[in-house]
């Protein structure tokens, strides 16, 4: 975003292509001659855009970058925050034999991280559960584990995956307790409420997910109330822009739950 003064703002989204192109035809409708430095404003823009199908808050953080800029202070000064250092986890992107996933753990436990991030995608449960089980015996003791099944973002334009149900997301939560799972990530499709409901409740492991509840807060606030997960994870960027998930924060600390912000690194190259 550029305003006509020529401060520009950046924010980045999730594509799986060029499907991007053109955009800008429309976020002009909405977005020119409108105040850059007033949030409320631009977010009711974005959700009047919603409101038609384009859900286009990943442009919010950019209005953000401006207001930062034209005020010569960081964004986190803008909200309150500090300067602070943070743990960061390993988070692995493929999946692996167990033998290839216990050495690689073994190497990010030599570079410093004391958790590793496992994924979970194979359509044979029992392949799923002997990964993290042979994981965590061999290296549990060292290092805590998380696995992510990416049940709520199944990216099958890249490769098919299993869809899990209720039941095998038990199943694989009892394994996972057996062995100390210290989390399970989106073990289910990310408007399944009521069995994520379900399932908080009866695994012994925390359940998180959230990355991708875009113009989240409606919804988020709904699944927070009806504690869907015991660790919200939604994207400042994804999500609904930063105001929106600062919003969230807050909502988790009210109703005694986590967050862990989901995030793009620096080459704009989904973590999650
Ligand atoms: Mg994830």
Known sequence: MTT???VEGYGAGPAMGRERAGLGELLGLYLLGEDATDIDLIQQRLREMAY????????????????GKLAGKPVYALLGGKPCT???YASTGEVKKPAARIREAEARYAEGFRTIKLRVHDFDESVDIEQVTETAKAIGDKMKIGVDANQAWRVTAIGDAPLWDLERAKRFADACAEVGVAWIEEPLPMDG????????????VPIA???LHT????????????????????DAV????????????KLCREHGLKYSPHNLDKRNRVRG
Not at 196 to 202: C, E, G, P
Not at 223 to 234: A, S, T, V
Not at 238 to 246: A, P
């Open 193 to 204: 409420y009521e069995d994520l409901t379900a399932l908080t409740k009866y695994s012994k």
């Open 215 to 234: 113009g989240a807060f409606p919804e988020l606030r709904m699944m927070i109330e009806r504690k869907c997960y015991d660790i919200f994870q939604p």
């Open 238 to 249: 994804f999500t609904g822009g930063i105001d929106q998930t600062f919003a969230i924060t």
């Open 4 to 6: 006509k003064d020529g």
């Open 52 to 67: 038609v199908g384009w859900r286009n808050y990943w442009v919010a953080p950019a209005f953000w970058d401006i207001k």
């Open 209 to 211: 997910g959230g990355e």
């Open 86 to 88: 943070v743990k960061l």
